[in-house]
Each structure stands twice: as structure tokens, then as C-alpha cells.
T-cell receptor, first 114, second 111 residues
Framework: ETGVTQTPRHLVMGMTNKKSLKCEQH?????MYWYKQSAKKPLELMFV???????ENNSVPSRFSPECPNSSHLFLHLHTLQPEDSALYLC?????????????FGSGTRLTVV | GESVGLHLPTLSVQEGDNSIINCAYS??????FIWYKQESGKGPQFIID?????DKRQGQRVTVLLNKTVKHLSLQIAATQPGDSAVYFC??????????FGTGTRLLVSP
């Protein structure tokens, strides 16, 4: 365990479903991130939260809706997804909002949209 | 623009060999670099880091070398083991901004 826990580990959903991904960090970090990782693609930053305030939305479609109720918890709400949204979704946290101290990643949620 | 690129997408080595994974970065303002290891089905895990005021840092069986003149970063793994098989990412911090990740190199270790 890295201190960042993601649930569920695997998720299969239909295009009309609504589901949520959860991330929790036990490291006392202030910033949290959502990344998308597809086959043969680099990590794609989706959202950044610092002290539970969203500081970056990297042109993510509105079918992805993040929520950060506090500095330790981060959610990604999913609705009306497309098959191309199938990917590994990674949550990360860091001491500050920049990269000066590196990120700690969770194990990810493997999402399959059918 | 900012970019972090890897020269080789796949590196195959024999168990016991030394492995070298390379990374080129483009932002001369980057002051912090990290290597991550990602095993199948897992998230990236921190291996070793280095700040720009250093050119070499050693860990357990791993060494990171930084050449700021040519903007090059490398990860050396000594006596590579099957458990080292994974995808390795480099990441750079271009100065108080979010980390920029490379595309990754897959390391395959044959027994």
C-alpha cells in the first residue's frame, strides 16, 4: 500500500450507467490528482485539487465530474461514458500542488465501458 | 513546449545484467526529476529522485544520473532481476508546476 487507496479496482459499466470512483489518501497531503492512462499513451492529467479547491481541469469532457469534499478524499463521477473512455484511472496526491515533492499514486481503477 | 521523452519503448535484458533506461527532457528550468516503476495492474511507484544541484544519486541497486548540459536523465539498475520487469517512467518538475511524465519504457527481464 502506498498510502493512496482507490476503489473499486475494476469497474465495468454500460454507456448509460452512472458510477463513481473513489480515492482516499492517508499521507496528509494537500493536493490530489486524477490521471487517465490508456494503452501506449503517457499519463494524461485530468483534474487537480489543492486544499479541496479545483485548480486545473485539463479540458476533460463533462461526462467526468470530480468532487473533492476534503483534502483526503477525491471522487470521479462518471455518466454516459463512451467506449474510448475505457482506461486505467489513477489518483495521486502530493505535499504541495506543484511537483516539487513528487506524487504518490494509488493502484488505479481499471474501467471498461461496454 | 514542455516534454519528456524516452528513447526506447522496450528494453530486453538477461537476468543479472545491468539495465540502463534513458530519458530526455526539454525544459532547462526543471529542477527535480523522478523515476517511477509501474508493474502490471498497479499504479506508478516511486523509485528514486534527484534534484538539479546533483548529477548522481544512488539507491539500492538503482542509480540515477542527470546531465543538465544535454538535458538527459538515466536510470541504471544493477543485477537486473525478473521482478524488475515493469514500465519505467521519468518525470520532471519544471519549477513549481505539475510534474510532466514521459511515455515510459518497458523493461523485460529474461531468466
Amino acid at each position: 500500500e502506498t498510502g493512496v487507496t482507490q476503489t473499486p479496482r475494476h469497474l465495468v459499466m454500460g454507456m448509460t450507467n452512472k458510477k463513481s470512483l473513489k480515492c482516499e489518501q492517508h499521507l496528509g497531503h494537500n493536493a490530489m490528482y486524477w490521471y487517465k492512462q490508456s494503452a501506449k499513451k503517457p499519463l494524461e492529467l485530468m483534474f487537480v485539487y489543492n486544499f479541496k479547491e479545483q485548480t486545473e481541469n485539463n479540458s476533460v469532457p463533462s461526462r467526468f465530474s470530480p468532487e473533492c469534499p476534503n483534502s483526503s478524499h477525491l471522487f470521479l463521477h462518471l455518466h454516459t461514458l463512451q467506449p474510448e473512455d475505457s482506461a486505467l484511472y489513477l489518483c495521486a496526491s502530493s505535499q504541495g500542488a506543484g511537483g516539487a515533492y513528487g506524487y504518490t499514486f494509488g493502484s488505479g481503477t481499471r474501467l471498461t465501458v461496454v | 513546449g514542455e516534454s519528456v521523452g524516452l528513447h526506447l519503448p522496450t528494453l530486453s535484458v538477461q537476468e543479472g545484467d545491468n539495465s540502463i533506461i534513458n530519458c530526455a527532457y526539454s525544459n532547462s528550468a526543471s529542477d527535480y526529476f523522478i523515476w517511477y516503476k509501474q508493474e502490471s495492474g498497479k499504479g506508478p511507484q516511486f523509485i528514486i529522485d534527484i534534484r538539479s544541484n546533483m548529477d548522481k544519486r544512488q539507491g539500492q541497486r538503482v542509480t540515477v544520473l542527470l546531465n543538465k548540459t544535454v538535458k538527459h536523465l538515466s536510470l541504471q539498475i544493477a543485477a537486473t532481476q525478473p521482478g524488475d520487469s515493469a514500465v519505467y517512467f521519468c518525470a520532471e518538475n519544471p519549477g513549481f508546476q505539475k510534474l510532466v511524465f514521459g511515455t515510459g519504457t518497458r523493461l523485460l527481464v529474461s531468466p
